[in-house]
């Protein structure tokens, strides 16, 4: 009897779990027949915290709008392209809505393709902005993808799977949400297949790369790395199901026009003297964008196939830049009154000066991307001298955006 107390007293002298005796720890509860700690407690208390992140995914928020609820949310963001954004509005609503229908356990009798999208524009026309937005908008995980760095399996440069991996390390290795992502492709272009290319070298970074994205594009199953680089045989892979992952790719396609043009037997040089009709089919020449097309810039017809959608994108003009400018919710004038705004500062910009900075990024072509840099070339000594100073308000004129602006491209051509 003696001995069962004994053995009673040493139960509660020390931790059942870790072992501590009881003078090493702060506080020692005791149940009926073991005890804890108060270090055991904290560690189970994170253990319990980590599982419960785990197990609730941070885009567990996800809500599938109507087609005109999308555009009105892109219309927040996105200047112009009323087609491009009423296209990419619809093309989403339908992959999502697939995707939900048959989650629900509805009969799968009539099978649905993916909606992958393919845009054609100009650089700086608001493509990789609008993919943004509609990621933004359906909390989904969301990435993008320099097509240009892109290599076959086996050779110098990034495997196809690595768009992938990015995906899963912006979804927190969450596979659940990865499988309902989107990734942006840029520089579709790029990889276009060489024209009469005389090498007998493999085209591993145009053709090659086309055809390692087929199985991304149309849906299957993916072994990928989950720290990307190259795959080994020892090394662990995670499996990815592509079927419902949107991919929408973008390109430039310079010289996409003349392939149009041709094919609309139209004379893309000299059309100044054509009827006005022909004037208006040739200012927009890149409306008329078609699947045809792409194959004749050198995508290779399985891929177009795996692109069914195409959007395009126009060149943005002077009315429209100036709207991008002030209009949209991250406008730049609103990005910079803010930073002003941080160090009490009020900053105002007069009329002309924003006319000056479009008529700027028109010059030298480089579309909606280009007006933060020429802001940032004319903000930059005001940014860097008025937070030391005492100074409530400033004002931005025309006279002294030229005069900054003058002197960064002088100093840019002494350096060239």
Do not use: W
């Not at 093309?91 to 009798?109: E, L, P, S, T």
């Not at 990015?166 to 492709?185: M, N």
């Amino acid at each position: 009897m003696n001995k069962g107390k004994d053995s009673f007293k040493d139960i509660n002298k020390k931790c059942s779990f870790c072992g501590r005796e009881k003078q090493d720890v702060t506080l020692l509860i005791t149940g009926i027949n073991a005890n804890i700690c108060d270090f055991c407690v904290d560690q189970a208390q994170s253990i319990i915290k980590e599982e419960g992140k785990s197990s609730k995914s941070k885009f567990s928020k996800f809500k599938l709008r109507k087609p005109k609820d999308i555009k009105a949310y892109l219309d927040e963001y996105v200047i112009g392209q009323e087609a491009a954004k009423k296209i990419l509005s619809v093309a989403v609503y339908n992959h999502y809505k697939r995707i939900m229908h048959f989650d629900k356990g509805a009969k799968n009798d009539i099978e649905i393709e993916k909606s992958n999208v393919i845009f054609v524009g100009e650089t700086g026309t608001g493509k990789t902005l609008m993919a943004k937005t509609i990621a933004k908008m359906l909390d989904v995980p969301f990435c993008i993808a320099d097509a240009t760095v892109l290599t076959e399996a086996g050779y110098v440069g990034e495997d196809v799977e690595s768009v992938l991996v990015r995906l899963l390390q912006v979804a927190d290795y969450d596979i659940a949400a990865v499988e309902r992502g989107i990734v942006f492709i840029d520089e579709i272009d790029k990889i276009a297949r060489k024209k009469d290319n005389p090498s007998i070298t493999r085209d591993v970074s145009g053709e090659g790369v086309q055809q390692a994205l087929l199985k991304l594009l149309e849906g299957s199953v993916i072994n990928v790395p989950p720290k990307g680089g190259r795959k080994h045989p020892e090394q662990k892979m995670l499996q990815i199901n592509t079927e419902n992952i949107l991919f929408i790719c973008g390109g430039a396609f310079d010289g996409i026009d003349k392939i149009i043009a041709t094919r609309m037997k139209a004379n893309v040089i000299g059309y100044q003297n054509q009827n006005n009709d022909k004037n208006m089919l040739l200012d927009n020449i890149i409306n008329y964008v078609g699947p045809q097309d792409l194959k004749k810039f050198g995508l290779i017809p399985e891929l177009v196939g795996r692109l069914p959608i195409v959007a395009y994108l126009n060149a943005l003009d002077k009315d429209a830049l100036l709207r991008i400018l002030t209009e949209p919710k991250n406008a730049l004038v609103k990005q910079y009154a803010k930073l002003f705004e941080m160090d009490g500062i009020t900053l105002n910009i007069e009329e002309n000066v924003l006319e000056y900075i479009v008529d700027k990024a028109i010059e030298f072509k480089l579309g909606a991307r280009g007006l933060r840099s020429i802001c940032e070339a004319i903000m930059t000594d005001a940014m860097y001298d008025l937070p030391s100073k005492d100074v409530k308000e400033v004002t931005i004129t025309r006279e002294f955006a030229v005069e900054k602006l003058s002197n960064v491209i002088k100093a840019n051509l002494k350096v060239a």
